[in-house]
């Protein structure tokens, strides 16, 4: 079965250092992933995705991420964060046969001036 | 690009009533929509995948009858909570993918409905 995990609940980072996001994955086949950001009472906006190709994947706001295949690892990083970066983060894996999205847990970042 | 509206942002109701939220894709053609709810700080939960001219396929647990799903159109769907209870008081959320052959198989999601049920 396709799974995703965000091992933390929670990241704190203060405003100018790096971030890191943590995702694993387990999938079947080809692995298409995704991040995503919520901010309070909005809907998810649409980060960046890994398909195939370059491992390092550059997205919106500064945001990146890199695919791990050894170690099923989907990591979203930012190299200096900012406090309007605090927000809940989404990884989500696509079941190739479905086509559905099957969302982590969520990770709140919590980035401090 | 890629903009999905959801209508109403916030909806208030009397318990037993219905309520009608709407999902449009503004700038793409939309040949499947998704249904999310999502309780306080927790993941969303796939509802339904609705498909522009057949019936929606609905979830384990997710009751058919009370959550009516209709994809009229490509870049329209909408979700009925049929006779509302305090219980369906949560945050509704739809995302749209493009059918178009090369589209991507990104989900683009709406701003989310807040219904609460008095």
């Known amino acids: 079965a396709q799974s995703v995990a965000q091992p933390e609940d929670q990241v704190n980072v203060a405003e100018g250092n790096p971030l890191t996001v943590k995702c694993t994955y387990s999938v079947s086949g080809n692995p298409y992933l995704f991040w995503y950001v919520q901010y309070p009472n909005r809907g998810l906006q649409f980060l960046l995705k890994?398909?195939?190709?370059?491992?390092l994947v550059k997205g919106s706001y500064g945001f990146e991420a890199e695919f791990n295949k050894s170690q099923t690892s989907f990591h979203l990083k930012k190299p200096s964060a900012l406090v309007s970066d605090s927000a809940l983060y989404f990884c989500?894996?696509?079941?190739?046969?479905?086509?559905?999205?099957?969302f982590g847990q969520g990770t709140t970042l919590q980035v401090k001036p | 690009g890629a903009v999905v509206s959801q209508h109403p942002s916030r909806v208030i109701c009397k318990s037993g009533t219905s309520v009608k939220i709407e999902c449009r894709s503004l700038d793409f053609q939309a040949t499947t929509m998704f249904w999310y709810r999502q309780f306080p700080k927790q993941s969303l939960m796939l509802m339904a995948t609705?498909?522009?001219?057949?019936?929606?396929?609905?979830e384990q647990g997710v009751e058919k009858d009370k959550f009516l799903i209709n994809h009229a159109s490509l870049t329209l769907s909408t979700l009925t909570v049929t006779s509302a209870h305090p219980e369906d008081s949560s945050f509704y959320i739809c995302?749209?993918?493009?059918?178009?052959?090369?589209?991507?198989?990104?989900?683009?999601f709406g701003p989310g409905t807040r219904l609460t049920v008095l």
């Open positions: 890994y398909i195939t190709g370059d491992n």
């Open positions: 989500a894996v696509r079941d190739g046969n479905t086509g559905k999205l099957i």
């Open positions: 995302s749209a993918k493009s059918g178009l052959a090369g589209g991507t198989d990104t989900q683009y």
């Open positions: 609705s498909n522009e001219g057949s019936k929606a396929t609905y």
